[in-house]
């Protein structure tokens, strides 16, 4: 089953989409990766999902990638005797270390890591930013705060700290039991959350092992400052929009979203875009004109991803929201403009044999006009090179092993196809040749371009590129670096 896109779609599993037939419709509409939210739901209902998808892939026989998003450490207030009070601007509110139950004058936070980062004149955001405290004086155990923005605040609404550090770690005791739940269950990504600096991705990478890849979430303005080194430390990067603007002004998010993604694409490093894409479809069968644009505008920057969060797992409409997902991201694709707003950040390749024959690949393909580039890899570092390149053909990924395969489904423009490796150079353009042929990216006579590495088999080793007509004989015998 071919996509006629490049951009890929991700779409979180939950309520409204529990079922077999749900699942399936999802991944023909145009889902990619299937997103597991470790913030709701049972592990029971987790194993499910995770096994509904898996019985997808083996029915249509493509493989198909599960990300795990782990909660984080989310910080909130307790709760109030009433359920719920009533802040005026101007009034003063005490946050007191403890869960003895609030009132109008103040509410508990059972959070110390709070109090040890709090300095007078810091900003408290509860409720996702609808109220919003100034800190006048502050202990180890209290805060005498202002209110700036007044607002009702019922029971446990979220807090944020917007430009302090927390001395708290980034996998919580609830995330290494889900994580050690997860990786049980096989799955190929991993969400990190509240990420505040690269020491939090290099803890991570000691409990997730090396075939299951990380996706570091950004979702703290505090981790703007240190991006390139996040990015470097990273499999994969999220702009997770919703959590990031309650800290951001509204006007500060579009240029962070276009700075990260920048960053992402000049390291080679998928990006997803995340949040409230088409939040009115939560309600509605089709979503408004500035939601349409901003899908849009994602796609118009090269984002490799695009993803559904409540849309899909507890909206009305989650085969809706998929399909005009798919419908947009197809028509920027096809509009003449798309290649010069992709190509215009375009890096140029590292001094490595590798980098030199995928450049290669993406200029005979545009030379030749080919069917598509079919590339051999095992690790999946080379699809990851062809991919960077943001090619007008699309990439087809041939390799031996399935965790790879489904690891790539993330990947901008790439199709895998988990396949024995190739024997030798003959079998190389057989194989290259009967699977493009296979699955509909090139028509008998069609010129393919073929990356590979030999020895075959060897990761890292990329460096023989050769010309192949589908259905015919080699035009060219090709070259080896």
Known sequence: MRRHRRAKIVATL??????????????????????????????????ARHALVRAVEAEVGRPIGILVDL???????????????????????????????GDGSGVGVPHPQVFEALLPGAEVLLD?????????????????????????????????????????????????DDLAFALGLGVDWVALSFVQGPEDIAAARRLVPHDVAIVTKLEKPRALDCLEEIVALSDAIMVARGDLGVELAPEDVPAAQKRIVRAARGAGKPVVIATQMLDSMMNAPAPTRAEASDVATAVYDGADALMLSGESAAGRYPREATAMMNRIIERVEHDDAYRRHVHWQQQDPEATSADAITA????????????????????????LRAARERPPAPILVLTPNLGTARR??????????????????????????????????????????????????????????RIARVGGAREKTGTRA
């Open 71 to 101: 909660q984080g450490p989310k910080l909130r207030i307790g709760t109030f005797r009433g359920g719920e009070a009533a802040l005026a601007r101007g009034q003063r509110f005490t946050l007191a270390l403890g869960d003895a139950p």
């Open 360 to 383: 290669a690949a993406r200029q005979v393909a545009e030379t030749l006009d080919a069917a598509s580039i079919v590339t051999y890899t095992t690790s999946g570092s080379t699809a």
């Open 128 to 176: 996702d930013g609808k109220v919003r405290l100034a800190v006048i004086d502050c202990g180890p155990d209290r805060a005498e705060t202002e209110v700036v923005t007044p607002g009702v605040l019922s029971d446990r609404k979220g807090l944020n700290l917007p430009g302090v550090t927390l001395p708290i770690d980034a996998v919580t005791a609830k995330d290494r």
């Open 408 to 465: 790539l489904a993330l990947l901008w423009g790439v199709h895998c196809i988990h396949t024995e490796d190739a024997t030798g150079f003959t079998d190389m353009v057989e194989k290259a040749c009967a699977h493009a042929l296979d699955s509909g990216h090139a028509a008998p006579g069609a010129r393919i371009v073929i990356t590979a590495g030999v020895p075959f088999g060897t990761p890292g080793t990329t460096n023989a590129l």
């Open 14 to 47: 939950g309520p409204s989409s529990t079922d077999a037939s749900m699942v399936r419709a999802l991944f023909e509409t145009g889902v990619d990766v299937f997103r597991l939210n470790f913030s709701h739901g049972s592990h029971a209902e987790h194993r």
